[in-house]
């Protein structure tokens, strides 16, 4: 963690991302966040209604799990080790959206 941290500290920074050691401090100190960040942005975005449409996200979200028999898909770009997989996938279970199909 301390190597991690210090290596962000420079102009330059240089991290070796393929060490073990070095990939367990980042999901220790900055998944979490990063994971909570794209989580407020989402439910940010559930009463979200675009003039296109008169439902918001949560609604089509809903509808499209519902009348999908293989789930819901969503793509991240350039995700690394996609903190926004794991936000979008407490939202639904907060919502309780996947329950409603899959029991």
């Known amino acids: 963690m301390i190597q991690l941290r210090q290596a962000y500290r420079t102009n330059s920074v240089q991290i070796d991302y393929t060490a073990s ?31 296109n449409t008169t439902e918001n996200l949560k609604e089509v979200i809903t509808r499209k799990l519902l009348e999908n028999n293989e789930g819901l898909t969503a793509c991240f ?15 639904l279970m907060i919502n309780q959206i996947y329950q409603t199909k899959y029991n």
């Open 77 to 91: 770009f350039a995700a690394g080790p996609a903190p926004e997989s794991v936000a979008l996938s407490i939202l």
């Open 21 to 51: 050691n070095i990939q367990a401090a980042y999901m220790l100190a900055y998944f979490p966040q990063y994971v909570n960040m794209a989580y407020e942005i989402f439910k940010s975005l559930e009463t979200f209604q675009d003039s």
